[in-house]
């Protein structure tokens, strides 16, 4: 599952570059694309990945009360924690991996 989402990711960024954007440069004086609910920017890759504005999950749209309009775009973003795993390290300690996960945002 995690390759998928590398593969999502790579694609977006080829995109970008190919529309002659290079998603890691910082235009000066643009806001960050935001959460709308709790308004912390994204970080990361999620920069290279946004535009400016505010963004939001489906879940918290609906939480919202609001509602999504059917063929509203949406676009990626990632997330990943340290999740462990039953196996246990060399002082007896679980070890942890890093999960990747990805949302979408409207």
Do not use: C
């Not at 989402?5 to 694609?11: E, F």
């Amino acid at each position: 599952m995690s390759q998928k989402v590398y593969d999502i990711i790579t694609s977006k960024i080829v995109e970008k570059l190919e529309q002659g954007t290079i998603p890691w440069r910082k235009p000066w004086g643009s806001n960050p694309a935001v959460n709308w609910v709790t308004q912390k920017p994204y970080k990361g890759i999620n920069q290279m990945l946004l535009e400016p504005g505010e963004y939001a999950t489906f879940k918290q749209i609906n939480e919202a009360g609001g509602r999504v309009n059917k063929g509203a775009k949406s676009h990626i973003i990632t997330f990943w924690k340290l999740m462990e795993t039953k196996e246990l390290d060399d002082e007896g300690k679980p070890v942890k991996v890093p999960l990747l996960r990805y949302y979408n945002v409207l």
